[in-house]
């Protein structure tokens, strides 16, 4: 089979990066349509505001008009056929000044409501869509999170929605406004006069030519600065979030040439997206200024043979600007919009993104269980394709504390993450008491299981808020109960303001031991049946593992237990203990019945584990 070469697959590859798909514009509408019609009354008042500020438009040259040809008559100048022109000078140009001012301040307010009532519509879709997108994201597998830039992801949620809203209230609407002012206007002037009219006429089909060589362009260019910006956002997020790494190898110099770089990328993505809107627009200016060259050149020859008045050509060049105005306004609002479109896209992808874990319809429910787990025949491969699993069984009962070892990468995190359907097998069941975990709530089975990880992850909220997230109905009492039995309670109390003290970013500001001591309370503030660790002990030292033993202790009394740990005492004190490999539990007994026989791979694992810890404390370790 040939092959195509490397060159030509990263010029295909590059191609489809840049193409426009010609439903850009549909699709990002059709994000914002689910949202739009509960917002109907306020779209209908902001549509009826602009229709009557484009009948001010219209009607707005008149009183100008009349003024003009009033003035040129009484001066004794033979004018061609109007209208408007009263006996009294004064009294006539005293009405068109008064109607001037009354159309202008009605144009005025009329503009202000369709601003507010478009503003507000604005405002609302962005958050009902941005609230949207962040739920589509979070019941996103952890497949997806897996290979997915924070930084990128929360560009588009706040940026690129960001732009969406600001783009409708200060391009779109102004868009529509500008659209139907075009054509009341072009139908108006050809009334009055067919020739001149022909000029506007030519000048919107040649702005309409250019507008439609050059939006793809811009488009395609902006499309590219957004996702430069979005890669940017993802590389700033994640040098700040290794900052100690970062400073400790001192790579401050690499990962700055690096952001750099991908700054300068997205610069020059930007400039080209600016430089071909300005380009858009200067062409329409000069389209424009012919276009009123030309007007005023046969409009003049008209007024002198008689077949037009002063005040009907000062009317017919009024109404040629403000109808080149939207001309001018399109090509502005065209990169905008272009723009807007290329955010809409981004958003638009990330909302296709598929949901591969979902509550199945009609879900149950799940009710008190006593923690009773059922693995059956779990099958199923690695992020590459690789065999992982391959019918595997396995039964807890409840209350059960069982240890789960393997070598690296045998899937042992992965068997968990099943459990809590985070991520699932291809084939193959698991089942809680009876309940087959695909046909209930992902909601009600994770309220039934607590899960404490290597990473103690704490938020950015007072730390009785991180515990009461266990369990959000948890009162004071409880929480405070939970962190004395997770053998907490004293150092919280020592924090500046107790229960009460605002935890830094991750809860950086608590040691190792403290963070996961809180972790556990939360655990245990969730009373749930099942329990699953993950390393949970890995990381901290073996003074630090004394003081949170006890806390586990507390935890895992009369609990389902999954223990996936390298801490030789807490796999001693358990129930029972697997070994996982090839896909395949290879080993299952007693953590003593398994160290009693030399040959087991549990008792080989004991024996390092034991070793390294000696090693790890004898005086010479410690003084190197």
Known sequence: MSQTPKSQRSGQSKKSRTKISPGALKRTLRILAPHLGQHRWLI?????ALFCDVIFRILEPWPIKIAIDVVTSALGAQIGPTFGIGSNVAMTLAATAIGLAVIVAGRAVSNYASTICFALVGARVATQLRSRVFEHVQALSLKYHSRASIGDTSQRLVGDIGRLQEVAVTAGLPLVGNVVTLAVLLVVMVILDPVLSAIVLITAAIYGLLSKISMPKITTAS????????????SAAEALGAIRVVQAYGLEGTVAAEFANGNERALQAGVRARRLAAGLERSTDVLVGVSQALVLVFGSSQVLRGSMSPGDLVLFLLYLKIAMKPLRDMAKYTGRIARATASGERIADLLDEPIEIADAPGALT??????????DRITSADGHGNPLFDDVNLLIPAGQR????????????????????????????????????????????????????????????TVRENIRYGRLDATDAEVEA??????????????????????????????????????IARALVRDAPVVVFDEATSGLDPQTRGQVAG??????????????????????????????????????GSP???????????????RSQAEDSQIANTPSAVRA
Request: charged content about 20%; hydrophobic content about 40%; glycine content about 12%.
């Open 223 to 234: 499309r590219s600065t957004r996702k430069g910006e979005g890669r940017l956002v993802g």
């Open 366 to 375: 799940m009710g008190p269980v006593a923690g009773d787990i059922i693995f």
């Open 482 to 519: 939970a962190a004395r039995a997770a053998q907490a309670d004293a150092f919280i109390r020592g924090l500046p303001d107790g229960y009460d003290t605002v935890l830094g970013n991750r809860g950086d500001t608590l040691s190792g031991g403290q963070r996961q001591r809180l972790a």
């Open 551 to 588: 806390s586990v202790a507390t935890l895992t009394k009369g609990r389902t237990s999954l223990v996936i740990s390298h801490d030789l005492a807490m796999i001693r004190d358990l129930d029972r203990v697997l070994w996982l490999e090839d896909g395949q539990i290879v080993e299952d």
């Open 592 to 606: 003593n019945e398994l160290a009693a026989e030399p040959a087991t791979r549990i008792a080989e694992w004991m």
């Open 44 to 48: 209908v008042g902001g549509l009826a």
């Open 402 to 461: 069982v240890g789960i070892l393997g070598a690296s990468g045998a899937g042992k995190s992965t068997l968990m993450s099943y459990l809590l359907r985070l991520s699932q097998p291809d084939s193959g069941s698991i089942f809680i008491d009876g309940y087959d975990t695909h046909n209930v709530t992902r909601s009600s089975l994770r309220s039934n299981v607590s899960v404490l990880l290597q990473e103690s992850v704490l938020f950015a909220a």
